[in-house]
């Protein structure tokens, strides 16, 4: 079982940056893949950055890529996004969400993904 957490959410100017947090419980963080998804009013969630477990796969939605990025500590059991040069449509809440899957394998599907935290807003004003 995981319990994860994010913070790090708020209100920023378009141009601005944030970084998202996501604490997780337990010993065994280091063997998830790891996700942020995010869901605007109206529309459905997005899979926006994921990290494979042995950290050597990333994935970033094109929407993102070159601005966006995603790291993870496993010693401090956390998982970040620092969201750089933020626009508008970049405003959602955002969730991590951790999978059982081990290896390089980075599944892209919501539906792979056991664990989500609670979420944080991100309101980005233009």
């Known amino acids: 079982q995981v319990q994860l957490v994010e913070s790090g959410g708020g209100l920023v100017q378009a141009g601005g940056s944030l970084r998202l947090s996501c604490l997780a419980s337990?010993?065994?963080?280091?063997?998830?893949?790891m996700g942020w998804f995010r869901q605007a009013p109206g529309k459905e969630r997005e899979f926006v950055a994921g990290?494979?477990?042995?950290?050597?796969?990333?994935y970033y939605v094109d929407s993102v890529k070159g601005r966006f990025t995603i790291s993870r500590d496993n010693a401090k059991i956390a998982l970040y996004l620092q969201m750089n040069s933020l626009k508008a449509e970049d405003t959602a809440v955002y969730y991590c969400?951790?999978?059982?899957?081990?290896?390089?394998?980075?599944?892209?599907?919501?539906?792979?993904?056991?664990?989500w935290g609670q979420g944080t807003q991100v309101t980005v004003s233009s």
């Open positions: 969400a951790a999978s059982l899957d081990r290896g390089s394998y980075l599944p892209l599907s919501g539906g792979q993904y056991v664990y």
């Open positions: 337990g010993r065994t963080f280091s063997n998830y893949a």
């Open positions: 990290l494979s477990q042995t950290g050597d796969h990333t």
